[in-house]
């Protein structure tokens, strides 16, 4: 497994995502970067900072990164999911951070720690894509260095903060596109279309709490989370979207995917931030309007056998450390 970078707006799932790469031994948790999203970017920072320690994890460094979008103000937040600091209210009762964020900002923190690896690394943006897109627009001869760029977000049919759009691109499309269509840089991308099909239920949740300290106090993140997901859902559950995100980037292959070219709406109508998958075969495209932009492996399924189930075990599994 190469080392990893997570660029993240805790966020109660983004919680779970560090947790489960933070606590796995055979993963190399280089740094966790913030960025704007379900909460502003200091609150996001303190999140990110107070989850590492949680998971013993304190020495991984955390660098602030940006706190809106690229080009357009865009003040919405997702406190109506998350709570009002991000982890349903409990940030505070979680470890205070073991070191103070890093003297440089989420761009240069992830130049830095891309030049230093002997191996090209993984990075793992599970909130919306402005530091990435920065990354690659100031510095594109690091990209090399790079791995995969395995992205929580997008909605092949759908859409969660709008009919049509997933919160993370709908956050800085602008961004969201240049990432998407950057050359020279392998993306994975991992829609809500699938991360729903993955909910986690009340159970499930329980015998997380009931797995040690780690585990009682990521339980203790989710009431607020829960009780959005049970309206959305319409049952008591969550959807861990960015640790399902994670666990493909931990564990390469956990998911199926299929290549599209992509292209995000940029524009202000009702599809704004909308994920425009093009499916249409390789030779009508070029007969009819050629694009130059690489396909994307988009992630439409598990691959295991096991499904779904197997995948809930699995995430459980590596949240339930009795450290
Ligand atoms: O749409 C789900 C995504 O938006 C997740 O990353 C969640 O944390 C929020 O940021
Ligand atoms: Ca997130």
């Known amino acids: 497994m190469p080392a990893l970078i997570i660029d993240t707006d805790p966020g109660v799932d983004d919680a779970f995502a560090i947790a489960l790469a933070a606590l796995d031994p055979h993963v190399e948790l280089l740094g966790v970067t913030t960025v704007y999203g379900n909460v502003p970017v200091e609150a996001t920072t303190r999140n990110a900072q107070r989850i590492l320690a949680l998971c013993g994890a304190g020495g991984v460094p955390v660098a602030k990164g940006a706190e809106r979008p690229l080009v357009h103000p865009h003040p919405h937040r997702a406190r109506y999911a998350h709570g009002t600091d991000g982890l349903s209210g409990r940030s505070d009762v979680l470890p205070e951070p073991l070191s103070p964020i890093a003297g440089i900002g989420a761009v240069e923190l992830m130049v830095s720690l891309l030049r230093q690896a002997d191996e090209p690394v993984v990075l793992a943006p599970i909130g919306p894509l402005t530091n990435i897109a920065l990354l690659l627009a100031a510095y594109p001869e690091i990209k090399p260095q790079i791995d995969r760029i395995v992205i929580m977000g997008g909605a092949v049919d759908g859409g969660?903060?709008?009919?049509?759009?997933?919160?993370?691109?709908?956050?800085?499309?602008?961004?969201?596109?240049?990432?998407?269509?950057?050359?020279?840089?392998?993306?994975?991308?991992?829609?809500?279309?699938?991360?729903?099909?993955?909910?986690?239920?009340?159970?499930?949740?329980?015998?997380?709490?009931?797995?040690?300290?780690?585990?009682?106090?990521?339980?203790?993140?989710?009431?607020?989370?829960?009780?959005?997901?049970?309206?959305?859902?319409?049952?008591?559950?969550?959807?861990?979207?960015?640790?399902?995100?994670?666990?493909?980037?931990?564990?390469?292959?956990?998911?199926?995917?299929?290549?599209?070219?992509?292209?995000?709406?940029?524009?202000?109508?009702?599809?704004?931030?909308?994920?425009?998958?093009?499916?249409?075969?390789?030779?009508?495209?070029?007969?009819?309007?050629?694009?130059?932009?690489?396909?994307?492996?988009?992630?439409?399924?598990?691959?295991?056998?096991?499904?779904?189930?197997?995948?809930?075990?699995?995430?459980?599994?590596?949240?339930?450390?009795?450290?």
């Open 160 to 323: 969660n903060v709008t009919a049509r759009a997933e919160f993370n691109l709908w956050s800085d499309p602008e961004a969201a596109r240049r990432v998407l269509t950057e050359p020279g840089v392998r993306c994975v991308l991992v829609p809500m279309d699938l991360t729903y099909q993955c909910a986690v239920d009340v159970p499930w949740l329980d015998e997380l709490a009931a797995s040690g300290p780690i585990g009682a106090a990521l339980r203790e993140l989710t009431t607020d989370y829960l009780d959005h997901y049970t309206k959305t859902l319409g049952r008591p559950a969550v959807v861990m979207h960015d640790a399902i995100a994670v666990a493909e980037a931990i564990w390469p292959g956990t998911l199926r995917t299929e290549a599209f070219p992509l292209d995000i709406e940029c524009g202000f109508g009702p599809a704004r931030g909308a994920l425009i998958t093009d499916r249409r075969r390789r030779e009508l495209i070029a007969e009819t309007a050629p694009t130059d932009t690489e396909p994307v492996a988009v992630a439409l399924d598990i691959a295991s056998e096991s499904g779904f189930d197997g995948l809930r075990r699995r995430l459980l599994g590596g949240l339930a450390q009795s450290r």
